[in-house]
């Protein structure tokens, strides 16, 4: 099945859309090293953001949100999730506490919030703010930072809570997170500030290795670090009968081309909702809590206590893969191109994953690890395949097209080890 906001399966002819600007900046494979063994700067300033304030904030959140509100300090920040009625993901984002009444959501979130809101009596105000959002994240981020900030508390940061600092003389907020599985921060405030807080960044960081992180290699660490992501490992589930009125004014907000929806691989659903996933699905079944009522939570009370799929990473068969390429150098019908790192034109690349007869997942996220030197993919796996060291096999192409089979391992999921809970005093 062919699938956009408009039913095709594939963008306009000449569509190359990127959220993360210049393609590279040293090299891609210079790049990728950079989380590892430095740190970079990424720029995530195409993030929307919402200030929620009002008496009745709090609860209209927590009707919408798996997540448990009952203990959220001020300046702490969650990954809030929300989902429809049968427990499938909307949309999530970065939910950050400033106040008794006061939030601020990132991600696309904030509109579901808005209309949510608009159904209800609730008393909350919800407007759009314009702020920059810049990741520093790396074993040498706290070091960079610590070098711009001046005289700040930086290591005395719990891991999802926010500092004030000043750099560049504008006081900002520092957000200890790590979305590359490494010690990190997103700075956030007013995009008046940006372009001096970045160039201040990098000016100071050469001193430790800083790269500039391009598109090309960005979503490698979302891979990596599994780090499940919209329209790239699922498609939001908006696009249901009854959510007809939110979707005209979601894609309406969106930039031109930049819609939820673009599919390819060789899964091939016979309806957009096998694109949806749930929470325990995408391996966020640790942030959902049955303390309180929300949107989905009958369906993911029976789903998280026996879940179907889980959340894995596949490595590719280095052989199987090198066939792929070298079919481009032979005559007659050749498998479709594999680009490296990943794909660039901003598909949901959805390829069926198998084991004998039986199709047991769908692997998405497809990119080269320069770093592990492996073709690796995050997986929506059934339970019963999902042991670590089992072997499964990727279907790479076009439902339609010539498909090369690709033996593939299962491994855990994140794959590279997670440090973002590092202690910084020890950095």
Not at 148 to 164: E, K, Q
Not at 199 to 224: C, P, S, Y
């Amino acid at each position: 099945m062919n699938y956009t906001v408009s039913g095709m399966r594939k963008p306009p002819e000449g569509y190359a859309w990127s959220r993360f600007g210049q393609p590279e900046y040293t090299d891609w494979l210079d790049e990728s090293l950079s989380w590892k063994e430095a740190c970079y700067i990424g720029d995530w300033s195409f993030l929307w953001q919402h200030r929620i304030t009002g008496p009745d904030a709090l609860a209209l959140l927590g009707d919408i949100t798996v997540n448990s509100l009952a203990s959220f300090a001020m300046g702490q920040s969650k990954h809030a999730i929300h989902t429809n009625k049968d427990g499938k993901v909307i949309h999530e984002g970065i939910l950050t506490r400033f106040g008794d009444e006061e939030f601020v959501l990132h991600g696309r979130g904030g509109f579901w919030v808005n209309h949510y809101r608009s159904q209800t009596d609730y008393d909350v105000k919800i407007e759009r703010e314009d702020w920059f959002i810049l990741q520093v994240s790396g074993p040498k981020s706290i070091n960079v930072l610590e070098k711009v900030a001046g005289n700040s508390n930086l290591r005395d940061t719990g891991f999802m809570r926010v500092n004030a600092v000043t750099i560049a003389g504008h006081e900002i907020w520092a957000l200890r997170q790590g979305m590359a599985g490494e010690i990190g921060f997103e700075l956030q405030g007013p995009m008046e500030f940006k372009q001096d807080v970045y160039d201040r960044i990098v000016e100071a960081g050469q001193e430790f290795g800083i790269r500039k992180l391009g598109a090309r290699t960005t979503m490698i660490n979302h891979l990596e670090a599994c780090f499940p992501t919209i329209a790239t490992d699922y498609i939001p589930a908006i696009f249901d009968e009854d959510m007809a009125d939110y979707r005209k004014v979601f894609t309406a907000s969106m930039p031109a081309f930049a819609q939820p929806a673009y599919i390819a691989g060789s899964y091939d659903g016979t309806d957009i909702s096998d694109y949806y996933r749930s929470p325990v699905e995408l391996g966020w079944g640790r942030n959902i809590k049955f303390d309180h009522d929300f949107l989905g939570r009958e369906a993911l009370e029976a789903e998280k206590a026996h879940p179907r799929r889980v959340m894995r990473t596949l490595v590719w068969n280095s052989d199987d893969v090198v066939d792929i390429f070298a079919s481009l150098f032979g005559k007659g019908e050749h498998y479709s191109f594999m680009d490296m790192p990943r794909d660039q034109r901003g598909y949901m690349w959805a390829d069926k994953v198998t084991s004998g007869d039986d199709l047991v997942g769908v692997a998405t996220s497809r990119g080269y690890s320069y770093y592990y030197r492996q073709m690796l993919s995050l997986c929506t796996i059934d339970v019963a395949h999902s042991e670590p060291g089992t072997e499964v096999v990727v279907h790479w192409g076009a439902p339609e097209g010539p498909q090369k089979t690709v033996r593939a391992t299962v491994a855990p999921a994140p794959y590279k080890p997670d440090n973002r809970h590092a202690d910084l005093h020890q950095a």
